[in-house]
C-alpha cells in the first residue's frame, strides 16, 4: 500500500483540535491499513517519529432524505500520538 493512500485526509474538528494541544492528531484513514503501516505513513509523510496510533472504525449515522432513510458511510479513524517537542507543519498553519 503506497503511503499517500493510507491517509486519506485529516479531520478538522473542535475535538480533534484540542486533541492537537495534548500532541495527538486525528486522521480520516484506508479502512484496510492497520496501526503500523499509519504510523509509518505519518513518520514517512511528516519527518516525524509518531509513539502511539489509535485506530477505530466510524459508524455510519442515520439520515434522511425526503422519504428515505438511510445511513451515512462508515470511515476509519486514527489518532496518532507525537512526542511533546515535534509537531506537524500543516495542523499548524506553517
Given at each position: 500500500?503506497?503511503?499517500?493512500?493510507?491517509l486519506?485526509?485529516?479531520?478538522?474538528?473542535?475535538?480533534?483540535?484540542?486533541?492537537?494541544?495534548?500532541?495527538?492528531?486525528?486522521?480520516?484513514?484506508d479502512?484496510?491499513?492497520?496501526?503500523?503501516?499509519?504510523?509509518?505513513a505519518?513518520?514517512?509523510?511528516?519527518?516525524?517519529?509518531?509513539?502511539?496510533?489509535?485506530?477505530?472504525?466510524?459508524?455510519?449515522?442515520?439520515?434522511?432524505?425526503?422519504?428515505?432513510?438511510?445511513?451515512?458511510?462508515?470511515?476509519?479513524?486514527?489518532?496518532?500520538?507525537?512526542?511533546?517537542?515535534?509537531?506537524?507543519?500543516?495542523?499548524?498553519?506553517?
Open positions: 500500500m503506497i503511503y499517500e493512500d493510507i486519506v485526509e485529516p479531520v478538522l474538528s473542535e475535538k480533534a483540535n484540542l486533541l492537537r494541544e495534548q500532541g495527538k492528531y486525528v486522521f480520516k484513514v479502512p484496510a491499513a492497520n496501526k503500523i503501516q499509519i504510523k509509518e505519518v513518520r514517512r509523510l511528516f519527518n516525524v517519529h509518531p509513539i502511539a496510533c489509535t485506530v477505530m472504525v466510524v459508524g455510519g449515522k442515520p439520515k434522511r432524505q425526503r422519504n428515505r432513510a438511510g445511513y451515512t458511510s462508515t470511515w476509519k479513524k486514527a489518532i496518532v500520538r507525537l512526542p511533546k517537542d515535534e509537531k506537524i507543519g500543516i495542523f499548524e498553519g506553517v
